[in-house]
């Protein structure tokens, strides 16, 4: 998921990131319609093929974030996508068939800020917020082009410092096992001291010096995309391609398990139909760090168990009523045999 106000990128960046264009048909608003405009869940899936492995994309924007005076509310149709990706997935897990099931849930939000804000803005405070125990949230500094070298460092710090103050909790990096290589070990150092990743999207194709690049030319020269020591797109490229299983174990084991927590508290989903209360697992703050991962498993195998004897218990009181009445009495006449 990419979020942020309208004019910062995201589209020219996604597009960038996955080399095609998701969006050919986007209707730009013009001034007059931006007034009526609300925040809108533009959701895109593609197939994607890297290295001979074939990924299945989906790509969720949103078009009309921040852009009224007033919003207040302007993400709530966005907190409202996750939890129905949330309960639609619970749903799939409490049926029969759990083989195929189709996992719909954002497990990234790329957060972009303002280059021109001079840090966070209240909307970012809030936004952020409301949704750090929902998602993993990547903060991304939009059009770091227009920053020179010291600003965009001196920017990245400014922010780090207001999300640690505001208690703003964004996705950590993993770190390196010791027996990894130095590449690696390099390569994941130099990640997490790129964050937030100052990034500039393009999708144009320019020559320099006898080479083609994707980039944006200007009087005093090119901006490279892919070029580390213009921007960090290659580090956010390849913090997203190597990280995506950690990215989608932390959805599964935090965010996931404390909004399936929630509900089974509250009664919704997982509600056994005889209409007997649940009984909710213990509550997991600060991501899960009250439960071991046996504990977890152990819960998990037991609200199955209990599932399956309900579903077993109704089919049985199904065959039951079934019966002629004279079997169900225990009066077998010698015709019957």
Do not use: A, S, W
């Given at each position: 998921m990419v979020v942020g106000e309208s004019g910062l990128g995201k589209s020219t960046l996604v597009n960038s990131l996955f080399l095609t264009d998701l969006y050919p048909e986007r209707h730009v608003p013009s001034a007059a319609e931006k007034i009526e405009q609300t925040?809108?869940?533009?959701a895109s899936t593609v197939e994607i093929e890297e290295r001979g492995v074939k990924l299945r994309l989906t790509v969720v924007d949103t078009p009309g974030f921040g852009d009224s005076l007033n919003s207040v509310d302007c993400f709530k149709p966005i907190i409202q996508y996750i939890d129905e990706q949330f309960e639609r997935y619970l749903n799939d897990e409490s049926g029969l068939n759990r083989r195929h099931i189709v996992d719909n849930r954002v497990h990234c939000c790329f957060y972009f800020i303002n280059p021109s804000g001079h840090g966070l803005k209240p909307l970012d405070v809030a936004f952020m917020k409301a949704v750090h125990h929902k998602v993993n949230i990547v903060p991304v500094l939009a059009k770091a082009d227009t920053l020179t070298q010291i600003e965009v460092n001196n920017l990245k710090?400014?922010?780090?410092?207001?999300?640690?103050?505001?208690?703003?909790?964004?996705?950590p990096l993993p770190d390196c096992d010791s027996d990894e290589d130095e590449d690696y070990k390099e390569q994941c150092r130099q990640l997490k001291g790129a964050v937030p990743f100052a990034v500039v999207g393009a999708n144009t194709i320019i020559e320099v010096k006898?080479?083609?690049v994707r980039g944006r030319m200007y009087p005093w020269g090119v901006v490279e995309v892919e070029n580390p020591e213009h921007c960090d797109f290659i580090k956010l490229r390849t913090m997203l391609i190597?990280?995506?299983q950690d990215l989608?174990?932390?959805?599964q084991e935090t965010h996931y398990e404390n909004f399936r927590a929630e509900k089974l508290a509250s009664g919704g989903a997982g509600k056994p139909r005889s209409g007997k209360p649940a009984v909710p697992?213990?509550?997991?703050e600060n991501g899960g760090g009250d439960m071991s991962d046996k504990e977890r498993e152990l819960r998990q195998k037991?609200?199955?168990?209990?599932?399956?004897?309900?579903r077993l218990a109704r089919m049985q009181a199904e065959i039951e009523s079934k019966k002629p009445q004279h079997?169900?009495?225990?009066e077998l006449k010698s015709q019957d045999v």
């Open positions: 925040v809108k869940i533009d710090k400014k922010i780090l410092d207001q999300i640690d103050e505001q208690g703003i909790r964004i996705y006898g080479r083609k190597t990280h995506m989608q174990e932390v959805t697992p213990p509550r997991m037991e609200e199955e168990l209990r599932r399956m004897q309900e079997i169900q009495n225990g």
